[in-house]
């Protein structure tokens, strides 16, 4: 079974998602950090940046997973 993230009733799973675009909340949740921190580093360049989607901001889950596991 693979490790996975719940959030107000949404599965967040860490497989089976290359293609997967996720909005800032499921990001927030996942990185354990404010909205504001986020677009913050996204502007220092220390935060993958986000695909726009319509008006919507969406992150590539690959990128999200990719920071969250290295140190």
């Avoid at 490790?3 to 799973?13: A, E, Q």
């Avoid at 997967?20 to 502007?43: F, Q």
């Avoid at 919507?56 to 596991?69: D, L, N």
Wanted: glycine share 6%.
């Amino acid at each position: 079974m693979s490790p996975s993230h719940k959030r107000k009733g949404c599965i967040i799973t860490t497989d089976e998602n290359h293609d997967r675009l996720i909005p800032i909340a499921d990001v927030t949740y996942i990185v354990g950090r404010s909205r504001a921190s986020i677009y913050r580093d996204i502007k220092a360049g220390t935060f993958p940046r986000s695909v726009k989607v319509g008006q919507s901001a969406r992150w590539q889950m690959p990128e999200i997973q990719q920071f969250v596991s290295d140190p």
